[in-house]
């Protein structure tokens, strides 16, 4: 081989090799809080999938409280307007939080609080309900956790 071939293979190697280490360094899952909490969350009724999916990021500033989110991924042949009064009667009767109102139309998400918890529901990406070309079921939906 010739050494100009060779060089740039060990630099993209050093490369590689540092960018495993600060990651594996660096990122952070939910904490054991988050993750209960996720766990506590009912089960939709008449969902057909529920899923509870930790992230696992980098955290860029490390002296910072870096709080990685859980999220609850599940599906049903609910529209969103029966998923958010469910949650919301739901989660207000356990505690939970929400300065959430109706006015006009359903809000595209609800946020939820409880001590130092939140949980954000929302459709998932790419289901709009308000658009003429709307999803057909199953509709697949989101809830974010993160506890300090």
């Known amino acids: 081989m010739r050494r100009g071939f060779v060089l740039p293979i060990i630099i993209l190697l050093f490369v590689v090799g540092v960018t495993y280490f600060i990651y594996a360094k660096y990122s952070k899952s939910p ?32 002296k910072d409280s870096c709080v990685q989110p859980a999220d609850i991924i599940f599906t049903t042949n609910n529209q969103w307007a029966e998923i958010y009064a469910y949650y919301k009667s739901y989660l207000i009767d356990y ?26 529901l929302q459709p998932a990406e790419g289901v709009n309900f308000l658009s003429d070309k709307a999803a057909k079921p199953p509709y697949k939906f989101t809830f974010s956790v993160t506890c300090q």
Request: contains cysteine.
């Open 31 to 62: 904490n054991e809080k988050t993750m209960q909490t996720a766990s506590t969350i009912y089960k939709y009724p008449n969902s057909t999938s529920w899923e509870i999916k930790p992230h696992h990021n980098l955290c860029v500033n490390p």
């Open 95 to 120: 505690g939970w939080e929400t300065n959430s109102t109706v006015y006009t139309s359903i809000p595209t998400g609800i946020v939820f609080e409880k001590e130092d918890c939140k949980l954000f």
